[in-house]
C-alpha cells in the first residue's frame, strides 16, 4: 500500500479505544500532553508474529502522535536470557521499519534503584521477608472467594526485614529460603493483590550485571517502577495482564513515583499456529524445524526467510485493528497481506519445477531469440526484460494430460496453448517412459503468433510458463506450508502431535530464468502462476540457489 493510500485509510477509520484515551489525554495535558510508549521484550526466545503486532500498536502509537518509544530489555529472568536473544530482538524491530527513538534500556540498568523502591517498600511497612517455601506460600493464598491466610513472618519489624533484605542481596542465604513480599490484603479479591513475592534469590550469572546481584525483582515489581524511572506515558499490555494492573497501580501509589498507566489490548491468537515462546524453543530443540529462523516458524526472523515483507506484516497487524477482547485471526488474513503487498510490486518470472522437455520441431535448431516480456504487469514503472527462447523448453509436467476433457485448458493431443511472451504451439506427439510417464512433448509453433505482433487469429484458451533449456538455471525449491494442520494445535493434547507431515517439500533439479542467477537475499519474485518466492539466506550459494515459497497465489490450503 502506498504512503497516500496508507494515510488516507489511516485518516477515514475511526480511532480504536487506545487512540481515544491518549486524544484525551493529550487534549487534558495530562503527561504534559506527551505521548511515550515503551516496548519491553524478555531476551529469552526471538519475537514472533504476536509481538510484531505489539511492536506495530506501541511504536505505531508514538509516530502518529509525535511521541516516543523506548525500547526496554526485561532482563529479570538470566536463567533463560542470552545476548543472542538481545540482538535478534533488535534486528527485528528495526527489520519492522521501527526505530527506539526514545532510547534502549535494560531492566538490569534499574537493579539499584528497584532495590532501593523495595527498601522503601519495607520502611514504610509494606513489605517483609518470608521464609517460608514456595509451596508452603501458595498453599496459603487461599482461592477465588476465599481468602488467603496470612504468614507468620507478616508482622516482622521494618528494621528486621531491612537487615534480613541486605542479607539475601549479600549472599547469606539459599535459593528458596527467603523471598520479600510486598503487604498487601491477603484476602482481596485479586489473588494478584495477596502479598505477592517481589524479590526472589538466584544465584545464576546475569547476562550483563554478571554476579553482581544474586536477588532479581519479579516482573510485576519491577514493570511499573520501570515504566516510571522512563517516565512512559501510555504503558500498553497484551489483555493477559489486565488483572495485574491494580497491582502495578499498587505499586506506583505506594512509592509516590510518577504515574505511569497501563492499558491493556487484546494479544494475537493465530489459528494454525502457536505463539509460546517455551512450545517453540521445544520446535528448536527437538529437531522438528531447523532453528528459530526455519520458514514455517512464527518468529519475525521465520517470516523473514520465508519471503515475508515489513510492510506485509505492518498492513497486517493494521488490518486486525486493536480490540478489547481476544478472538482468533484467520492466518489466511496474515498471507492475503503479503499477496496484496507483492502482487504490486514482486518481479514476474518463469520458473519450472517439476520439468518436461518440450521440443518445438519447426523451430530450427540452435537458434536462439530474445523476446520481451513485462516485468510486473501491475507497475509499469517495473519496465520489461528479455528472456531467451529456443527450440528445446522445459515446462511443467502438470501442464500436459494425454486424457482430458473440456474444462482441461493446457496442452493435451490436439490442443493449443500459448507459451507466455512467446507463441503460440500446437500438439503434434510425446514420449513415455517405461512407466507410462511423459518426458518430452512435440509441438510446432505458428511463426506469426508472437506475443506483440499476433497476426495469426488463433485464441488458445491457455497459456503455460516455460524456460529456455539449454539457459536454464537450475534451482532447489521448498515449498513450505502451515507448521500445524489443526486450527487449534494445543486444544487437545500435545501439540506435537497436530504438526503437519508435509509442511515441507524440497524440489531439485528445478528450472529458472537465467535472470534469477543474479537474485539477491530480500528480493521476492512471483513464480508465474506457482507463487511468491525468495532466495534463502541460510542454504543459497553462489551457482546453487534455493528459493523458498513465501505464499501461494491463492489461498487454496487444505487441511
Avoid at 489443526?486 to 504438526?499: H, K, Q, V, Y
Wanted: charged residues 25%.
Amino acid at each position: 500500500m502506498s504512503n497516500t493510500s496508507m494515510e488516507s485509510e489511516d485518516s477515514t477509520r475511526s480511532l480504536n479505544f487506545i487512540e481515544q484515551k491518549i486524544e484525551a489525554d493529550i487534549a487534558a495535558g495530562k503527561h504534559s500532553g506527551q505521548v511515550h510508549t515503551r516496548f519491553p521484550p524478555e531476551p529469552n526466545g526471538y519475537l514472533h508474529i504476536g509481538h510484531a503486532k505489539a511492536i506495530c500498536v506501541s511504536f505505531g502509537l508514538a509516530q502518529k502522535y509525535g511521541g516516543k518509544t523506548n525500547l526496554r530489555f526485561d532482563d529479570t529472568n538470566p536463567e533463560k536470557e542470552s545476548v543472542e536473544y538481545v540482538n535478534a530482538i533488535r534486528e527485528d524491530i528495526a527489520w519492522l521499519g521501527f526505530e527506539w527513538n526514545g532510547g534502549e534500556f535494560y531492566t538490569s540498568d534499574y537493579f539499584q534503584q528497584l532495590f532501593d523502591f523495595a527498601c522503601k517498600l519495607i520502611g514504610k511497612g509494606l513489605a517483609y521477608v518470608d521464609d517460608q517455601s514456595a509451596e508452603q506460600i501458595a498453599s496459603q493464598k487461599g482461592a477465588p472467594g476465599t481468602p488467603g491466610t496470612n504468614s507468620p513472618f507478616r508482622e516482622r519489624t521494618p528494621e528486621e526485614n531491612l537487615r534480613l533484605f541486605e542479607e539475601m542481596k549479600a549472599g547469606q542465604c539459599q535459593e528458596g529460603e527467603r523471598v520479600l513480599r510486598a503487604k498487601i490484603d491477603m484476602g482481596h479479591d485479586n489473588m494478584l493483590l495477596r502479598d505477592p513475592v517481589i524479590y526472589r534469590v538466584k544465584f545464576v550469572e546475569h547476562h550483563r550485571t554478571g554476579n553482581d546481584w544474586v536477588i532479581y525483582p519479579m516482573y510485576d515489581f519491577a514493570h511499573g517502577q520501570s515504566d516510571s524511572i522512563e517516565r512512559i506515558s501510555h504503558s500498553l499490555c497484551s489483555l493477559e495482564f489486565e488483572n495485574h494492573r491494580p497491582l502495578y497501580n499498587w505499586f506506583i501509589r505506594a512509592l509516590d513515583i510518577y504515574p505511569s498507566e497501563q492499558t491493556e489490548f487484546a494479544r494475537l491468537n493465530l489459528n494454525y499456529t502457536i505463539m509460546s515462546k517455551r512450545k517453540l524453543l521445544r520446535l528448536v530443540e527437538e529437531g522438528v524445524v531447523d532453528g528459530w529462523d526455519d520458514p514455517r516458524m512464527p518468529t519475525i526472523s521465520g517470516l523473514r526467510r520465508r519471503g515475508y515483507t515489513p510492510e506485509s506484516i505492518r498492513l497486517f497487524a493494521d488490518r486486525i485493528g486493536v480490540a478489547k477482547r481476544n478472538n482468533t485471526i484467520d492466518v489466511s488474513l496474515l498471507e492475503w497481506s503479503l499477496r496484496d503487498d507483492l502482487n504490486r510490486r514482486a518481479p514476474r518470472v518463469m520458473a519450472v519445477l517439476n520439468p518436461i522437455r518440450l521440443v518445438v520441431l519447426n523451430y530450427p535448431e540452435g537458434q536462439t531469440e530474445m523476446l520481451i516480456t513485462v516485468n510486473n504487469p501491475e507497475d509499469e514503472a517495473a519496465g520489461t526484460r528479455e528472456i531467451p527462447f529456443g527450440r528445446v523448453l522445459w515446462i511443467e509436467a502438470d501442464d500436459f494430460r494425454v486424457d482430458v476433457n473440456k474444462k482441461w485448458f493446457r496442452l493435451a493431443p490436439g490442443r493449443m496453448v500459448r507459451l507466455k511472451s512467446a507463441y503460440i504451439v500446437e500438439y503434434v506427439d510425446h514420449i513415455e517412459d517405461e512407466h507410462g510417464n511423459v518426458t518430452e512433448v512435440h509441438v510446432n509453433y505458428i511463426p506469426n503468433s508472437r506475443s506483440g505482433q499476433d497476426t495469426s487469429g488463433v485464441k488458445p484458451k491457455g497459456t503455460l510458463h516455460w524456460v529456455a533449456a539449454d539457459q536454464a538455471e537450475e534451482a532447489e525449491v521448498r515449498l513450505y506450508d502451515r507448521l500445524f494442520r489443526e486450527a487449534s494445535p494445543e486444544a487437545d493434547g500435545d501439540f506435537m502431535d497436530a504438526l503437519n507431515p508435509n509442511s515441507l517439500k524440497i524440489l531439485k533439479g528445478c528450472k529458472v530464468e537465467p535472470s534469477l542467477s543474479t537474485a539477491e537475499v530480500g528480493t521476492i519474485f512471483q513464480f508465474t502462476r506457482l507463487g511468491y518466492f525468495n532466495l534463502d539466506s541460510k542454504y543459497s550459494t553462489p551457482g546453487s540457489p534455493v528459493f523458498n515459497r513465501a505464499v501461494t497465489l491463492k489461498d487454496g490450503w487444505k487441511g
